[in-house]
């Protein structure tokens, strides 16, 4: 059984993903009674950390906004707004769900190498996103950090992040860390260059450098480490995202593009890992 979450989900989802279902946004009148949108997730047991457990922290690579687009005729900005809703109601679906912590992967240092237009319109979102819903995250419990290089940020949007941390700094309900120019590459690289100079410094010494340590200098060391990793659009890989701390994390590779993932497929994939056996490398008991 899978460390930390009790099963109650009875999931049709698979690691390597599942077949593909319509979403409400595409058919809201002509669903059937096995469409996934059409589940009401109060009615799913949610899987809950057990006593025992701390945390429960999924990490989400939200794929598919550009190709969900596409395939309606729409600009690539269609579908990174839709994504925006998205968003939306996956973090408000998280404490029904056991869900602890959220790091969802927004933009990536090798993002930056897509159109201009299209990054425009990405960092505008980011703005919207922050000023529409930083009231209900407060109101809601839900604290957010942001793990990432923020120095090719505009200098408006880093100060719009630095509010909404100290604004939700307080709170525990639901802790939602947001990716923005992140990459894990480049994290590793940032975190050996501190332990360096520390090193250099006189402050630390070589053999004092252990797992533990290189983990708390990383962008997320006030993080506890995913449990559970998440990537819509069918695709099957971590494109640079929490390369360290994914060691012992479990994968769902969920076909549904990031817009057409709903509270009922993020409430399968949750079904998925906790029927999962979580060994850490030894045997089962």
Same mark, same amino acid.
């Given at each position: 059984?899978?460390?930390?979450?009790?099963?109650?989900?009875?999931?049709? =989802?698979?690691? @390597?993903?599942?077949?593909?279902?319509?979403?409400?946004?595409? *058919?809201?009148?002509?669903?059937t009674p096995n469409d996934p949108a059409k589940i009401d997730t109060a009615a799913f047991q949610s899987p809950v950390p057990d006593a025992g457990a701390q945390s429960f922290h999924v990490a989400i690579i939200m794929d598919g906004n550009g190709r969900w687009a596409r395939a309606r005729g729409l600009p690539r900005i269609a579908g990174h707004r839709q994504g925006v809703e998205a968003v939306r109601e996956?973090?408000?679906? *998280?404490? +029904? &769900?056991?869900?602890?912590? %959220?790091? =969802?992967?927004?933009?990536?240092?090798?993002?930056?190498?897509?159109?201009?237009?299209?990054?425009?319109?990405?960092?505008? =979102?980011?703005?919207?996103?922050?000023?529409? /819903?930083?009231? @209900?995250?407060v109101r809601d419990g839900v604290r957010v950090v942001f793990?990432? +290089?923020?120095?090719?940020?505009?200098? +408006?949007?880093?100060?719009?992040? @630095?509010?909404? /941390?100290?604004?939700?700094?307080?709170?525990s309900r639901l802790t939602i860390a947001i990716a923005l120019n992140y990459g894990a590459r480049s994290e590793m690289v940032q975190a050996a260059r501190s332990l360096a100079e520390q090193v250099a410094q006189g402050t630390l010494a070589p053999e004092d450098i252990t797992e533990a340590r290189l983990?708390? @200098? %990383?962008?997320?060391?006030?993080?506890?480490?995913? +449990?559970?990793?998440?990537?819509?659009?069918?695709?099957?890989?971590?494109?640079?995202? =929490? &390369?360290?701390? *994914?060691a012992y994390s479990e994968f769902v590779f969920a076909p549904e593009a990031w817009p057409d993932f709903t509270p009922a497929h993020f409430a399968r994939a949750i079904g998925s890992f906790s029927q999962r056996e979580r060994r850490y490398g030894a045997v089962s008991g």
């Open positions: 059984m899978s460390a930390g979450i009790k099963p109650g989900v009875n999931s049709g =989802l698979s690691a @390597a993903g599942a077949s593909e279902h319509a979403s409400p946004r595409d *058919c809201q009148n002509d669903q996956i973090v408000k679906a *998280c404490p +029904d &769900l056991g869900v602890t912590h %959220l790091t =969802l992967y927004a933009f990536s240092t090798e993002n930056w190498r897509r159109p201009p237009l299209e990054v425009m319109a990405l960092m505008d =979102l980011f703005r919207l996103y922050l000023r529409r /819903e930083a009231n @209900a995250l793990i990432g +290089d923020p120095s090719p940020l505009d200098q +408006d949007l880093r100060a719009m992040m @630095a509010q909404i /941390e100290a604004r939700t700094a307080g709170n983990g708390a @200098a %990383l962008y997320t060391g006030a993080l506890p480490d995913p +449990d559970l990793i998440i990537r819509t659009s069918g695709e099957q890989r971590l494109s640079n995202f =929490l &390369l360290w701390q *994914c």
